[in-house]
């Protein structure tokens, strides 16, 4: 109701009370489709009219906050000239201040398409904030002079009133289109006067009978009512009406229909409405901030349970580690009943009395080659089932995990509420890997990676970008890694703050990293060059990624990312 037409109504009475006569010292913007004009009083006043759409306001307090680093000067015709008077339009939403030299500054509040221009006398439009190139020289209606704003500018006469109409189901939608300066809220308000029974939500459910009955005189009597107790109010204490910690409504006067809701009372309207804009921002950045990180809790949660189907059928899979040891130890057994060139053979299997089992052969191997082959599948199977069951167990714990943040984020619904979610588990959601926006945009453009010890290794995604890790964004003793004798990335754990040395494990991953992003991946065990990265240099001439060290060690590891990142 920041924007309603009696709001407005009252702020160009209270424009005009307080800033007739002032001049005029400067126009400018400092923040996207705001307009501020500072007056002087003689100390100076600020009046700031916002043309955003879901923010529609006039407001005026004491002071002058232009930052001159971001801002821009407008009307510049207007500097040192005097406001005459402000009034608002008696048709519609405009407040017109009367400047002197006989020009109009007209403030148009139509939410989206709200603007701010200066006319002549005529109705030219000379200058305006927004979309100037179209608006300049073009007229529009201009109301030169104040108009008492009376009753029959709201409310049509009682023979002109709906009468049938009203025996509809919608009467808060007939009501608005009768009474257009009403607005929603006043609507509500009228037809709540009227009827018996409301919702929790405070929405009209039905009227009085009767008002069913079409007696349209006892809408009209109490719109009435409402309408002169607006027009006559003198001394505003605008209200803010919460659901909790929420603004749910602006109001110039106590609203029935609202009673159950926290109240809140202010001075004045420019005091009431900068608390009601201060209010709704913080609950939209409140709303906004839970969409996120509720969206990505739910997203990571999704991931979380395909990945473990995943695991859980790769373990499926390495589970045949048994069957190969089996097979290994049979064919060493009877290495004399197996020649070269068979395809399968069937033994007895000596650990089950009476079965055969069917052991498939590669050709070309000996007896003692293809044995060779099951013992190393064997080994891997295993190993690869460990691998799995220990991923398995940190993707669960981490499903857990989700869940619970999920469930206990169901219901919350203000902003203090949400404030105590976040210094409750806001560490939690960090350390699963959540970030701000403003965070993602602050990364080093490298690959990340946590290692034991909460080290921070990363690792370079081309030879440029090799380049700048290694020589542009790694200080003199942060350890380097590369693979020797292959390419690939160069690898950098960051020292230094309160982590203390790297342990063994930590240097170990880093190399494992290192060895994982190069052409030798694939490789069991990859040789991984160890430097501190003031021993790095680069060769003069030489193309991008390639260095020199003068000092290095070598660490023999598996290629692999930290089991966080795996």
Same mark, same amino acid.
């Given at each position: 109701?920041?924007?309603? &037409?009696?709001?407005?109504?009252?702020?160009?009475?209270? =424009?005009?009370?307080?800033?007739?006569?002032?001049?005029?010292?400067?126009? &400018?913007?400092?923040?996207?489709?705001?307009?501020?004009?500072?007056?002087?009083?003689?100390?100076?006043?600020?009046?700031?009219?916002?043309?955003?759409?879901?923010?529609?306001?006039?407001?005026?307090?004491?002071?002058?906050?232009?930052?001159?680093?971001?801002?821009?000067?407008?009307?510049?015709?207007?500097?040192?000239?005097?406001? @005459?008077?402000?009034?608002?339009?008696?048709?519609?939403?405009?407040?017109?201040?009367?400047?002197?030299?006989?020009?109009?500054?007209?403030?148009?509040?139509?939410?989206?398409?709200?603007?701010?221009?200066?006319?002549?006398?005529?109705?030219?439009?000379?200058?305006?904030?927004?979309?100037?190139?179209?608006?300049?020289?073009?007229?529009?209606?201009?109301?030169?002079?104040?108009?008492?704003?009376?009753?029959?500018?709201?409310?049509?006469?009682?023979?002109?009133?709906?009468?049938?109409?009203?025996?509809?189901?919608?009467?808060?939608?007939?009501?608005?289109?009768?009474?257009?300066?009403?607005?929603?809220?006043?609507?509500?308000?009228?037809?709540?006067?009227?009827?018996?029974?409301?919702?929790?939500?405070?929405?009209?459910?039905?009227?009085?009978?009767?008002?069913?009955?079409?007696?349209?005189?006892?809408?009209?009597?109490?719109?009435?009512?409402?309408?002169?107790?607006?027009?006559?109010?003198?001394?505003? %204490?605008?209200?803010?009406?919460?659901?909790?910690?929420?603004?749910?409504?602006?109001?110039?006067?106590?609203?029935?229909?609202?009673?159950?809701?926290?109240?809140?009372? /202010?001075?004045?309207?420019?005091?009431?409405?900068?608390?009601?804009?201060?209010?709704?921002?913080?609950? %939209?950045?409140?709303?906004?901030?839970?969409?996120?990180?509720?969206?990505?809790?739910?997203?990571?949660?999704?991931?979380?349970?395909?990945?473990?189907?995943?695991?859980?059928?790769?373990?499926?899979?390495?589970?045949?580690? @048994?069957?190969?040891?089996?097979?290994?130890?049979?064919?060493?057994?009877?290495?004399?009943?197996?020649?070269?060139?068979?395809?399968?053979?069937? =033994?007895?299997?000596?650990?089950?009395?009476?079965?055969?089992?069917?052991?498939?052969?590669?050709?070309?191997?000996?007896?003692?080659?293809?044995?060779?082959?099951?013992?190393?599948?064997?080994?891997?199977?295993?190993?690869?089932?460990?691998?799995?069951? =220990?991923?398995?167990?940190?993707?669960?714990?981490?499903?857990?995990?989700?869940?619970?943040?999920?469930?206990?984020?169901?219901?919350?619904? @203000?902003?203090?509420?949400?404030?105590? &979610?976040?210094?409750? /588990?806001?560490?939690?959601?960090?350390?699963?890997?959540?970030?701000?926006?403003?965070?993602?945009?602050?990364?080093?453009?490298?690959?990340?990676?946590?290692?034991?010890?909460?080290? =921070?290794?990363?690792?370079?995604?081309?030879?440029?970008?090799?380049?700048?890790?290694?020589?542009?964004?790694?200080?003199?003793?942060?350890?380097?890694?590369? *693979?020797?004798?292959?390419?690939?990335?160069?690898?950098?754990?960051?020292?230094?703050?309160?982590?203390?040395?790297?342990?063994?494990?930590?240097?170990?991953?880093?190399?494992?990293? *290192?060895?994982? &992003?190069?052409?030798?991946?694939?490789?069991?065990?990859?040789?991984?060059?160890?430097?501190?990265?003031?021993?790095?240099?680069?060769?003069?001439? *030489? +193309?991008?990624?390639?260095?020199?060290?003068?000092?290095?060690?070598?660490?023999?590891?598996?290629?692999?990312? +930290?089991?966080?990142?795996?």
């Amino acid at each position: 109701m920041i924007s309603n &037409y009696f709001t407005l109504l009252h702020t160009a009475n209270l =424009l005009h009370q307080r800033y007739a006569r002032t001049v005029i010292a400067e126009i &400018y913007s400092q923040d996207k489709n705001t307009l501020s004009i500072v007056l002087y009083t003689p100390e100076p006043h600020t009046i700031t009219i916002s043309c955003t759409a879901r923010e529609n306001y006039i407001v005026a307090r004491s002071g002058d906050f232009r930052q001159r680093k971001n801002s821009v000067g407008l009307f510049p015709e207007l500097i040192d000239k005097h406001i @005459e008077s402000v009034y608002i339009s008696a048709a519609d939403r405009t407040i017109y201040m009367k400047i002197s030299g006989n020009q109009w500054l007209c403030t148009d509040m139509f939410a989206s398409k709200s603007n701010v221009m200066l006319c002549d006398d005529r109705g030219t439009i000379i200058d305006a904030f927004l979309n100037k190139k179209e608006l300049i020289s073009t007229k529009r209606e201009l109301q030169k002079d104040e108009q008492i704003i009376t009753i029959e500018h709201i409310l049509p006469p009682r023979d002109r009133f709906p009468t049938e109409e009203f025996g509809n189901d919608d009467f808060l939608k007939l009501l608005k289109k009768a009474v257009p300066k009403l607005g929603t809220t006043l609507a509500n308000e009228t037809l709540f006067r009227c009827s018996s029974t409301v919702n929790e939500k405070s929405k009209i459910s039905s009227l009085d009978s009767r008002v069913r009955g079409n007696d349209n005189d006892l809408i009209f009597s109490i719109t009435n009512h409402i309408v002169k107790e607006l027009l006559s109010l003198k001394d505003i %204490s605008p209200v803010i009406y919460f659901d909790e910690q929420s603004p749910v409504c602006f109001s110039l006067l106590p609203l029935t229909y609202l009673s159950s809701y926290r109240m809140e009372q /202010y001075d004045d309207i420019f005091i009431g409405t900068q608390k009601f804009i201060s209010f709704e921002r913080s609950t %939209s950045s409140f709303i906004q901030k839970k969409k996120e990180i509720v969206g990505w809790l739910t997203k990571e949660l999704e991931k979380a349970v395909r990945t473990i189907r995943a695991v859980e059928s790769e373990l499926s899979e390495s589970s045949r580690a @048994e069957q190969y040891q089996l097979f290994a130890n049979l064919l060493t057994a009877n290495l004399h009943l197996v020649t070269k060139g068979m395809k399968s053979v069937s =033994l007895e299997n000596s650990y089950i009395e009476n079965e055969k089992v069917v052991i498939p052969l590669d050709v070309s191997l000996s007896p003692q080659k293809n044995a060779g082959r099951f013992y190393d599948k064997a080994k891997k199977s295993k190993t690869a089932k460990e691998e799995s069951q =220990l991923h398995l167990t940190t993707l669960k714990k981490r499903e857990s995990i989700l869940k619970d943040l999920l469930e206990k984020s169901n219901g919350i619904n @203000e902003s203090v509420s949400w404030k105590n &979610y976040l210094h409750s /588990y806001g560490g939690v959601v960090k350390e699963l890997g959540y970030m701000t926006e403003k965070e993602h945009k602050e990364l080093p453009p490298f690959k990340i990676f946590s290692v034991e010890g909460g080290f =921070l290794v990363y690792a370079g995604k081309n030879s440029a970008n090799n380049d700048l890790l290694t020589f542009k964004f790694a200080k003199p003793n942060d350890l380097w890694f590369h *693979a020797r004798g292959s390419s690939g990335s160069h690898v950098v754990l960051k020292l230094g703050g309160s982590q203390g040395t790297p342990s063994k494990k930590a240097i170990e991953q880093a190399a494992a990293i *290192a060895a994982y &992003y190069s052409k030798m991946k694939n490789a069991k065990h990859v040789p991984v060059a160890m430097t501190e990265r003031k021993f790095v240099h680069k060769p003069k001439g *030489a +193309p991008a990624g390639t260095v020199a060290l003068d000092r290095e060690k070598v660490i023999f590891v598996k290629p692999l990312l +930290p089991n966080n990142e795996a």
